[in-house]
């Protein structure tokens, strides 16, 4: 157990909908990391948080967006959903020390599936 | 040019025979760290063994050890005497402490079956 937490672990909807995902980060960690992992593909960078600041943008949709809460806990909403939206998405916690060595910590992922 | 390579998209590999997973990566930046990952097919990602690039020595954790050769910018994962269990993906990743700190770059992964 990496003490990330995502939920919901599945989602299935339909195509134009709009989801919200959730992720808590482990205790200490101010950095929340979101990936996006397509059926037998590599990890995409999407989105990083840092204590509630956005800190890098990586290959996210502009239908896409996502917070970091005073708490920590980070939400990554996706609307008007694609087919090609169907995917993994991880959030990853980490940066506790600020340095390069900081491994990241990632979450169980949620499914998602556009129907 | 792509920060992380990994050029084999599947190995197979003997029960209780090593294994090496390569890894190339790109950067100008002086301080970076390596990373390695495995994502079963349960789907979790787990992390295995880190690598700075003022390392003197290679990292070891257990049955995984990288080989890491600076001049030629690669970090290749080395598993010994596999075990059925070791059957996954296995993702490189890359962070730069000066560029761009904020990302993890990861290659496309190498799928490994271990063979009983």
């Known amino acids: ?115 | 040019a792509q920060k992380i390579t990994q050029t084999q998209p599947g190995m197979f590999v003997q029960e209780k025979e090593a294994v090496t997973l390569d890894c190339t990566y790109d950067t100008s930046d002086p301080s970076y760290g390596l990373f390695w990952y495995k994502q079963p097919s349960s789907g979790e990602m787990i992390f295995l063994i880190y690598q700075g690039s003022y390392d003197q020595q290679n990292a070891t954790e257990g049955r995984y050890s990288l080989n890491f050769q600076k001049a030629r910018k690669s970090a290749n994962l080395v598993i010994s005497a596999s075990q059925l269990g070791d059957s996954a993906m296995y993702f490189c990743a890359m962070r730069e402490s000066l560029y761009n700190f904020n990302k993890f770059y990861f290659g496309s992964g190498t799928k490994l079956n271990v063979k009983p």
């Open chain 1, 1 to 115: 157990d990496s003490g990330v937490t995502q939920t919901p672990k599945h989602l299935i909807t339909a195509t134009g909908q709009r989801v919200t995902l959730r992720c808590s980060p482990r205790s200490g960690d101010l950095s929340v990391y979101w990936y996006q992992q397509s059926l037998d593909q590599g990890l995409q960078f999407l989105i990083q948080y840092y204590n509630g600041e956005e800190r890098a943008k990586g290959n996210i949709l502009e239908r896409f967006s996502a917070q970091q809460f005073p708490d920590l806990h980070s939400e990554l909403n996706l609307s008007s959903l694609e087919l090609g939206d169907s995917a993994l998405y991880f959030c990853a916690s980490g940066d506790r020390g600020g340095s390069v060595s900081d491994e990241q910590f990632f979450g169980p992922g949620t499914r998602l599936t556009v129907l």
